[in-house]
């Protein structure tokens, strides 16, 4: 599969604990997105890198979020000190714009959702 | 600032009739429209996309939307729904200048009745 890939699918933390996650982009593509969705929501932008340049965040991004995506390929996706307000499913999306192309088209992975107790 | 609206939380088709899923939007410049399919628990899939040009964008799944202007609408339209089309359909926009960033909207369930 050459599909955009995360790891876990599924957390269970207690509060005040750290997590991570990581993504996997679609190899050939340089932008990669981080989104947050609770039920009953579309996807809500966090962060975006395009090659290891974080270019822009959210608002929604706290400073318990951080994000790093070393070397341009994988990224990961920490919160420290997990909130109940935490818990919801984090999709990771990753694009490249062909050349010549107005603009690109972001595949998402199937999402870490995390439960913090 | 960009918004998109699905006026309808749920939207219940018999199987074989036409399906429709509406989405409205704002946006600075000219938009770049996107819809998407969330099985449960899985991420979001891509349906199809409205650039520039032919107003009907032909997708996957037999899926296809119309752009409207005037009406500042993207509907997702399919000629005869099937059971397995049941799922959370997103419609999503981006103006072509500044951010690459496109906003989504809250989601549409579409369910298909045998």
């Known amino acids: 599969d050459t599909g955009v890939s995360q790891d876990p699918r599924h957390k269970i933390t207690k509060r005040g604990q750290n997590v991570t996650f990581r993504c996997d982009p679609i190899s050939e593509h340089n932008r990669l997105y981080w989104y947050r969705q609770t039920l009953g929501q579309g996807p809500e932008f966090l962060t975006y890198f395009q090659n290891e340049a974080q270019l822009e965040k959210s608002r929604l991004l706290s400073d318990r979020f951080s994000a790093e995506r070393p070397k341009g390929s994988f990224s990961t996706l920490e919160i420290q000190r997990t909130e109940q307000g935490d818990s919801a499913m984090y999709l990771c999306a990753s694009s490249r714009r062909p050349q010549g192309a107005s603009t690109d088209t972001q595949y998402f992975g199937p999402g870490t959702r995390l439960t913090v107790l | 600032a960009q918004s998109v609206a699905q006026p309808e939380d749920q939207v219940n088709v018999a199987e074989g009739n036409p399906l429709t899923v509406k989405c409205t939007y704002s946006?600075?410049?000219?938009?770049?429209l996107f819809w998407y399919v969330q099985y449960p628990n899985r991420g979001l899939q891509f349906l199809l996309k409205y650039i520039t040009g032919d107003n009907l964008v032909k997708g996957s799944y037999g899926f296809e939307a119309e752009f409207n202007k005037s009406q500042t609408s993207f509907h997702l339209k399919k000629p005869s729904a099937l059971v397995s089309d049941s799922a959370l359909y997103f419609c999503?926009?981006?103006?072509?200048?500044?951010?690459?960033?496109?906003?989504f909207g809250r989601g549409t369930s579409l369910i298909v009745h045998p």
């Open positions: 999503a926009v981006r103006g072509s200048g500044g951010s690459y960033i496109p906003t």
């Open positions: 946006v600075s410049g000219n938009p770049y």
